[in-house]
């Protein structure tokens, strides 16, 4: 089975500080995501990568930035956080090749709050 | 724009009650449609991959259909474990990004 990690479940921070959220999959594959989920908006992409150091903006990454540095690591950086940066982070990743690689595994989620 | 619409917001059921939730969606060139299941504090579980109308695709108490318009998940006989959120996602041609519906949050009494 595919699994995608993210190191916190739950994290509080203060208005400022950086924050890092990490992200690990142990199936070799080649694209991850990251996503927030807000109440009555769905899922939002904020970026993604499709290789190792490549990276794309999605359609929210304003006040965010990503680091792919191993295959299997994808972080999510804020860079100065904000009360309006809380939310349900979800990274996800994705074969990218063959007739399952569109799909998209996802972690468990961390809830940031920042206040 | 690729946009993605799901209805009913909301859904309860009483156990046994068929019932149909709806994902209504733009996208310039289907290259998939995905349902994905979501229980509360966790993260979307995969379902189904739908990739051309007239493709069905069945997995226990869940059936998901497609159309060019709209994609159907029509739950048979369910039961309260089936209580959840249900999450519909367009993959548009040419890119690796999912687009995704707001969900219907469906409950399930005995």
């Known amino acids: 089975d595919v699994k995608v990690t993210q190191s916190s479940r739950y994290l509080v921070k203060r208005t400022g500080e950086k924050v890092f959220l990490e992200c690990v999959q142990d199936?070799?594959?080649?694209?991850m995501f990251w996503y927030r989920q807000d109440p009555g908006l769905g899922l939002r992409l904020i970026y993604f990568?499709?290789?190792?150091?490549?990276?794309e903006k999605g359609d929210i990454p304003e006040g965010y930035s990503v680091s792919r540095e191993k295959k299997e690591r994808f972080s999510l950086i804020l860079e100065s956080a904000s009360t309006n940066q809380t939310s349900m982070y979800l990274c996800?990743?994705?074969?990218?090749?063959?007739?399952?690689?569109?799909?998209?595994?996802f972690g468990a989620g961390t809830r940031l709050s920042v206040l | 724009e690729d946009q993605v619409t799901q209805s009913p917001e909301a859904l309860r059921l009483q156990e046994g009650e068929s019932s149909s939730l709806n994902c209504s969606y733009t996208?310039?060139?289907?290259?998939?449609l995905f349902w994905y299941r979501q229980d509360p504090g966790k993260g979307p579980e995969f379902l189904f991959t739908?990739?051309?109308a007239g493709e069905e695709k069945e997995k226990e108490r869940l059936k998901a259909t497609l159309t060019k318009k709209e994609s159907f998940l029509h739950i048979t006989a369910p039961k309260p474990e089936d209580s959840a959120t249900y999450l519909c996602?367009?993959?548009?041609?040419?890119?690796?990004?999912?687009?995704f519906g707001t969900g219907t949050r469906l409950l399930v009494s005995p």
């Open positions: 990568s499709y290789d190792v150091k490549m990276k």
């Open positions: 996208v310039s060139g289907l290259r998939g």
């Open positions: 199936m070799d594959h080649e694209n």
């Open positions: 996602a367009v993959q548009p041609g040419g890119f690796q990004k999912l687009v």
């Open positions: 739908l990739y051309s």
């Open positions: 996800a990743s994705s074969l990218g090749t063959g007739p399952s690689g569109d799909i998209q595994y």
